[in-house]
């Protein structure tokens, strides 16, 4: 471990990130080179986080979570993708499908799918991107029409994490197109019950590529009336907070990515003797990783404080998490093009590792609600503030 990543945590928090750094030290670290390379789904990664106890830490424990704060996972979550970007997003992918699950669902829907998903038994996915419904949500066209006791679900998901591995999605369609956002309603698919729905294959990316990203189609999709999470109407309100739950993971992402290249570059340093050495351009190398710490640390602060603010109020403070989600996910691809700077031609070499986290951090600035939306969010917020 690197210094930048010795902020001090509180007692509960250290116990479940020392658990979590052994997972990371026996298992994630050591697949993530080959996960990135052969573009496998990093299913031993995950399952060895679930069976340790840490698959759902922000759910309670008696639905097998861990009951912790959103800066809990929000650490942990850096850590993972400081080791494994493609683990990163499938594990929080889990957490992004129980999440809403957990805010609108029926005791029974909890019981069923919560514990699951905790455990690694069950993969999870959340679908509400279309391909012309991306930012702007709201005009989403997949529709679920009411058919006696069952919905018929008809349209298309794309860019969806997990979704060709699911055993359940939660799904974003509309009950009436007419009715904008008020008639976006959240569903539960269980992919194994339910005909009618096909994934696509994984899409090859710039990063992240063992995180599979698939188009989901549903054509005549038949689901019961029980599927549906809280009652017509209710998805786009559930969406909004699911959304800030996702955009402090992409933040936290953010700075394992920065983390995850700056590591790399110390460790090839440090075996080549370039940070002690006083020599002029060992110094200036030695005082570049000097800033980068202070920024990481930064980022890093940042992001605990905004994750603290979400746990203490009861309304999401959408600009702040906006905020975070822009500077973190900057942060990471910044500090991760100064990392692959500093390396010279050996930043070009995939066995060194700052050249993957560059490429893994680059998407985090565009999923999750784009960078220039977030700046629109914040915008807003500024000229309210203003008028006030
Ligand atoms: C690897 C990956 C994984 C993903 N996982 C999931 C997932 O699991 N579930 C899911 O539902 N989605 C997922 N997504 C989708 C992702 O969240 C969206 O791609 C993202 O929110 C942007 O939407 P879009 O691609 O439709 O862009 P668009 O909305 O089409 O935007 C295109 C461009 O226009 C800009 N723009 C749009 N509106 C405005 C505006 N009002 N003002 C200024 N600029 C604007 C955007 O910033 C962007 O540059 C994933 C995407 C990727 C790449």
Redesign the pocket.
Known sequence: MTPATDLPLPADEATVISALETVIAETVAPAAEAVDREGTFPAPSLQVLAQAGLGGLLMPATLGGRGTSTATYAEALARVAAACGSTS?VYM?QM?CAHPLHLLGRADQHETWIPALCSGAAVG?????????????ASMRTTARRDGDSYVINGE???????DVADIIVL?ATVDPGLGKDGITAFLIDTAETDGLEAGKP?K?LG?KG?S?VTLSFVDCRVPVGARLGAEGEGYPLLLRSVTK?RISAAAQGVGFAQGAFDAVVGHCAERGLLSSRNRSAQDLQFELARLRAEIAAGRSMLREVCELVDASDEDPTAEVSMVKLHCTALGVRTASACVELLGDDGDRDDIGAERRLRDAK?TE????????Q??LVARDIRLSAQA
């Open positions: 997003t992918t992004h996915a959340i679908a509400l991107t279309e391909p012309e419904a991306g930012s702007d949500v998901k794309t860019f969806i994490s997990n979704g974003f899409m990316k992240q995180a990203t996702s998407i565009i999923y999750d609600g784009t960078n220039q939306v700046s629109m």
